[in-house]
């Protein structure tokens, strides 16, 4: 084991993409990540077959972390993995090998929460980022999360707001759907939506309390919106697909500025972060990044590559674990629901 500096394995299962990275002292020195192709043709994750490609993947994935960042299992001083959440069958699979190396090379094991990863992403240590100082507060975006988190110390978190129904990055990609665009259809909207006019058609945004989240009925709407829609023109989508996705992408991101509004207010934090998947949308990029200059907030935004699903950000929160000796012991297991203050 190596004395002089701490090196943490990563490891990340909790959905459809297998994740290795390992971090020294806060740094990343790799972050391979192996996507599924397969679920595309079903038209979202299929549980089953996802933890099947996670056995395939995880120990090619692992070799390739530990080659890019030059080092060998016997300099590594702790092995971080995803607890949870996320689907059972998929967890299962990084949690067993977690465990299985961890007690093979009698170096600790440290469970790791991925939605404070998720935050906590913004910890890594990086030449070009800015690290928020505390309290901030964070707006969590995803495919299965919508939460704005009070984020008082590494591990104090507190929710202040989350959705009542859906997540935004469901939203995005049900539209998608509606649209007859394949998935995940999020990063289509987001890569339409530059070529076509945000405000050509108007969408109703929820009412609900000041720091809570809808998507459903904006959903419902988009629905009801492009079937009266095709019933006039059969070719209206294929016509005004630009025009659609920018409108859609404006809806939803005024709805989420609007509540960090709100949270600001509420709080008088004005160091807000974003995270999660959905955080890697240009258009929700580019309006903090306004916001900054306009509401004189400062704002952070991750790397695009620590947004998704990703083995660094358990690494960064294994790592910040480590220095406070938090190791897990070997009966911990794996569990699908966990939410960001557990």
């Known amino acids: 084991m190596n004395t002089n500096k701490i090196y943490i394995l990563g490891i990340e299962s909790s ?26 043709q079903y038209g979202g994750v299929v549980p089953e077959l996802a933890s ?31 607890k949870g959440p996320g689907l059972m069958g998929s967890l299962l699979v990084g949690t067993s090998f977690a465990k299985s190396l961890a007690m093979g090379l009698q170096i600790p094991l440290i469970d790791v929460n991925h939605m404070q990863a998720h935050i906590l992403a913004h910890f890594i240590k990086d030449e070009s980022a800015k690290i928020p100082p505390f309290p901030f507060v964070c707006l969590t975006i995803s495919g299965g999360h919508t939460q704005i988190v009070r984020v008082n110390d590494h591990f104090k978190m507190e929710v202040l707001g989350e959705t009542i129904d859906d997540a935004v990055g469901e ?41 809570e ?41 005024e ?24 955080s890697a949308n240009s258009e929700i990029r580019a309006r903090l990044e306004h916001a900054e200059k306009y ?28 220095l406070k000796n938090e190791y897990a012991d070997e009966n911990v297991t794996a569990t699908a629901r966990l939410k960001v203050t557990e």
């Open 171 to 211: 939203a995005f990609d049900k539209s998608a759907k509606l649209l007859g665009l394949p998935y995940p259809g999020g990063p289509l909207i987001d890569k339409y939506a530059k070529l076509g006019n945000p405000k050509a058609y108007a969408f109703t945004k929820p009412k609900v309390g000041k720091l």
């Open 213 to 253: 989240f809808s998507f459903s009925g904006l959903k419902t709407a988009i629905l009801y919106f492009l079937q009266k829609q095709l019933k006039e023109n059969p070719d209206f989508i294929k016509e005004n697909l630009h025009d659609i996705c920018a409108s859609i992408q404006y809806t939803i991101v």
């Open 52 to 82: 099947r490609a996670h056995q395939q993947n995880i120990v090619p994935v692992v070799q390739q972390a530990l080659e890019q960042a030059g080092i060998d299992t016997s300099q590594l001083n702790a092995i971080a993995f995803t």
């Open 15 to 40: 959905c459809d993409d297998t994740s290795a990275s390992v971090i020294c002292d806060g740094a990343i020195l790799s972050n391979v990540i192996a996507n599924q192709e397969v679920h595309a």
């Open 295 to 322: 509401f004189n907030w400062t704002t952070y935004i991750p790397k695009f590559e620590y947004t998704t699903d990703n083995a660094a950000m358990i690494a960064i929160t294994g790592y910040l674990k480590y």
């Open 255 to 278: 709805i989420l500025l609007d509540k960090l509004k709100n949270v600001v207010k509420e709080t008088g934090i004005k160091h807000i972060a974003i995270a999660g998947g959905v």
